[in-house]
């Protein structure tokens, strides 16, 4: 329990915890000086100023009570203090402070007669009080405190701040100058990383070098999975349009019709896994208005069957990439005419972005599958029926695609109440 508020209080970012590491034990360190500091040596100069201080008063005072105010003068003047007896105006009543209270209590415990101390900037006058008469006796400051400790402990603090402050700005450029954190979450996201060379530190720089050698073998990975995807794909594709061929030549009976179903059925599919294999690029940010966009999809989608509406301001203007937005809502839009009979797209503007609602009435889709349905080839239980179902390509594509462009898509549905697919496409990209 106490691990995990502890962890929850320790910064996150790692500037932050080698900056916590370098203060703590400097400022603990610091701490502990000005305390022993103060308790071994300070107070103890104090004690000992103040204890001169009552001795000298209580001399001046004895010889003023002997002799009077001349002979008390004489004896001041030696000790090169000043005496008098004249009423003059001065504020006793002042707020002290730790070290004044502890000398007024001091010389107040030693010489009976002191009534008062007041501190000047360069004076200190104790009054007395001997037999009724009041005596006013002026120290020099110099005398009772010393101003080299507070000289020592702003040239400590400014020292360490200084020197925190030139710590804090090379650790700053150490660690900027290593983009390994930030490159490695654009590369996470799928972006093209063309620029990226390991500097800093040895630790950060191998950090920096490993991500290298990972990308590359991504990178070959992903190349090579491509490839083959796309070599399978051409080659089926050549061999089924050879069969096509050949069937068109055939009499056509209910066996071949149902054969040129399911070859139909293939190269749909063989179309996806191309689209999938295809690698995905962002070619030119343009200003798409949405309402054309989306009259294009429906044109270009078998739903003539269906029953679509479309509620969208012809307004609605983004500056994005056409061909990956129309592939996100093409895509979304199958999806939907698909499992349901009737398509409502639903266009609308927020505060920060477009929102692009394509609801359908088909069979909807279960809580617990909502978070697998954009994995490449996933499929829900009511759609493995070849006819129907699909490569499982559509979602995980249009997935892909909002990545490159910063959309966002969400999912609403519940089983057997249909779906809801919502963009989200920012107003700058």
């Known amino acids: 329990m106490n691990n995990f508020f502890l962890k929850k209080l320790l910064p996150k970012k790692l500037l932050h915890r080698l900056l916590l590491i370098f203060l703590v034990p400097l400022i603990i360190t610091q ?14 100069i104090i004690d000992r100023f103040s204890n001169i201080a009552a001795n000298k008063i209580s001399v001046i005072l004895h010889e003023y009570e002997m002799g009077g105010i001349i002979e008390a003068k004489k004896i001041a003047e030696k000790l090169n203090l000043v005496i008098f007896n004249e009423e003059k105006d001065y504020n006793f009543n002042v707020k002290k402070r730790l070290f004044e209270k502890k000398i007024e209590e001091i010389v107040s415990n030693r010489v009976s007669q002191t ?41 400590m603090i400014s020292t360490s701040l200084i020197l925190s402050l030139i710590a804090f700005l090379f650790l700053r450029i150490k660690l900027g100058q290593s983009e390994t954190s930030s490159v490695s979450g654009e590369f996470g996201k799928g972006k093209e990383i063309t620029i990226f060379k390991p500097s800093g530190a040895t630790e950060i720089r191998q950090a920096g070098n490993a991500f290298l050698k990972m990308k590359k073998r991504i990178n070959n990975y992903i190349s090579q999975r491509t490839s083959f995807l796309a070599g399978i794909s051409h080659d089926l594709g050549t061999i089924i349009t050879r069969i096509k061929l050949r069937l068109e030549l055939i009499n056509k009976t209910e066996n071949i019709i149902q054969i040129k179903n399911d070859i139909e059925i293939m190269q749909s599919f063989l179309s996806e896994y191309l689209d999938f294999s295809e690698k995905i690029n962002v070619t030119k940010i343009s200003k798409i208005n949405l309402f054309h966009l989306i009259n294009e999809v429906i044109k270009s989608s078998d739903s003539k069957k269906k029953k679509v509406n479309l509620v969208c301001s012809k307004k609605f203007s983004v500056f994005t990439d056409k061909n990956c937005l129309f592939r996100i809502i093409f895509n979304l839009f199958e999806n939907a005419i698909k499992f349901g009979d009737t398509v409502i797209i639903n266009v609308k503007k927020n505060s920060n972005n477009f929102c692009v609602e394509i609801q359908d009435d088909g069979p909807g889709i279960p809580y617990q599958q909502r978070s697998k349905i954009f994995k490449p080839f996933y499929k829900i239980d009511d759609s493995r029926n070849l006819q129907k179902g699909g490569s499982g390509l559509g979602l995980s594509i249009a997935s892909e695609l909002s990545k490159k462009i910063k959309v966002k898509i969400k999912v609403n549905s519940h089983k057997n109440n249909g779906s809801t697919f919502i963009i989200l496409i920012p107003f700058e990209i």
């Open 115 to 155: 009534l008062d101390v007041n501190f000047t900037k360069e004076k200190v006058f104790f009054r007395n009080n001997i037999d009724g008469n009041i005596i006013y006796i002026a120290f020099p400051r110099k005398y009772l405190l010393s101003e080299t400790p507070i000289i020592l402990f702003l040239w």
């Open 31 to 44: 701490a502990s000086v000005v305390f022993f500091f103060y308790e071994r040596h300070w107070e103890k």
